[in-house]
């Protein structure tokens, strides 16, 4: 790997931005097959994505780890079932290694900006260590990359320490402090117990209660990791379990009877199970469809809120006035930290504004109502330019991988495609675009996302569209958009 300012001029075939889950199983994939040049231009100065930037304590992967790696890549041995953001981020690291990857990651790299250059069919890349033009350009940024901070009155002036969750520093004391902790989503619910250990008093302000399910995890034998490594259709065999229990979770976001109310029913019995003041329960009763928002898995989120230095603030942070965090509810509570525990940017993704297709159109531009495309890989307007993770890409029942290697499948497709035709190039049609596009809509209209009466990073909040997930199984999204079809596709001009 080369680290910032150690590259001059590239002319490739593929650039890729991001080296995260997406980028680097591209880039396996490319690094395998030995037929296009490439680079991977990552901004930090590790690879692994969310699991190189999200190091709060607790933080681990909600999805079981054999359905949550590579499936051409399987370690198998994964010490727990759902492994925790160390060895996530170790199992990416090594994968650059096995591979031999190395000399195609530039780190250190921010890509500043992509712009398709007409005359020439090439995408130019202005990054801060140099330039890059290339044929294809391959955005692998990340969906939950940019963190969510909030606009919180006072919040600059506080003279305490403010970490976002995807930002930690461990040089932060909290230790015998006073901590407010912004959120309840899936990060915060993992952090929480931690927090609470060494706490003086914590604040956990919930605007919305989460629905919650029992976590279940645990950590494999010796024997069984041994099983695993040395017969892979052990794992092989798991996954496939795994995967095809994970999309049962399908119907519910569908709103179907009875699979909702079965869904809900665990959730609520997790509650009453681990909560027995009626009060407490009450406010920790999410008030929409369950599916809606993520549903968490946890043991120890609501035993961290029984403990004594906990408390519940059921509402959100309003604003900041000294050392005071003050709630919409206007309680108010004098702590040394914040911590946000507030979400990404993910239907406005940044580096939307700094990619200019044909005709001199920002990509940000052109979403400006929120994300569309074709195959949720491709954009009219974006000649040879795949986005991986992007619009409609992501899940809320299974696991994120067998969208990205289903999207790995349709990008080595369209190369494929041209290597065998010799064309150049590559555009949807507009026309394509809207047909996918209402397809989406249509199916989105009647599930829980759409109609379970919440917010979440789901929605474009600007159209109120569906533009984050996959509105159907992850089977159907393999069968819909694994395969490369050219039909859709004009003559770039
Ligand atoms: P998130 O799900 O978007 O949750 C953000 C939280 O911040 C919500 O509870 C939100 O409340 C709250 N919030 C925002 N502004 C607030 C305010 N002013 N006052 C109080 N609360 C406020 O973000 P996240 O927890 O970082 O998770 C994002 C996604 O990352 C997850 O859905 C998941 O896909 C992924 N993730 C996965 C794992 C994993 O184990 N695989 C772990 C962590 C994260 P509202 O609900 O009211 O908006």
Known sequence: MTAAGDFTDIEIDIAIVGAGFAGLGLGIHLARRDKESFV?????????????????????????????????????DWSQIYADGAEIHQYLQACVVDEGLAPNIRLGTDVQSMRWDPAAHRWNLRTTAGDVRARFLVVAAGRLSEPKVGDFPGLAEFRGPVCHTSRWDDRVQLGGRRVAVIGTGASAVQLLPSLADIADQLVVFCRSAPYVLPRDNRHY??????????????????????????????????????????????????????????????????????????????????????????????????????????????????????ILATGFQSTRPPFAERITGRDSSVLASRWSTGMTSYASTVVHGFPSMFVLDGPNASLGHNSAIHMIETQLEYVLGALNYLAHTGESTLEVTREAEATYTSFIDDRARSTVWLQGGCRSWYLDERSGRLTLLWPDTAESFRDRNGVFDPLPFQTVA
């Open 40 to 76: 991977i231009l990552e901004r930090g100065q590790q690879v692994g994505g969310t699991w190189r930037d999200n190091t709060y304590p607790g933080v681990a992967c909600d999805i079981p780890s054999h359905l949550y790696s590579y499936s051409f890549r399987p370690p198998a």
């Open 221 to 338: 034998t010796e024997t069984e990791r041994a099983e695993f490594r040395s017969d892979p259709d052990l794992a092989r065999g798991l996954r496939e379990q795994l995967f095809a229990e994970a999309e049962l979770g399908i119907t519910s976001r569908h709103g179907i009877h009875p699979d909702i109310d079965l869904l809900r029913d665990r959730a609520m019995n997790h509650l009453a199970v681990q909560v027995r003041d009626p009060e407490l329960r009450r406010r920790l009763t999410p008030d929409y469809v369950i599916g809606c928002k993520r549903v968490l898995l946890s043991d120890d989120f609501y035993p961290t809120v029984l403990r004594d230095n906990v408390v519940l603030e059921p509402s959100g942070l309003d604003r900041v006035a000294g050392s005071i965090a003050i709630a919409a509810s206007e309680n108010a509570y004098e702590v040394d930290a914040i």
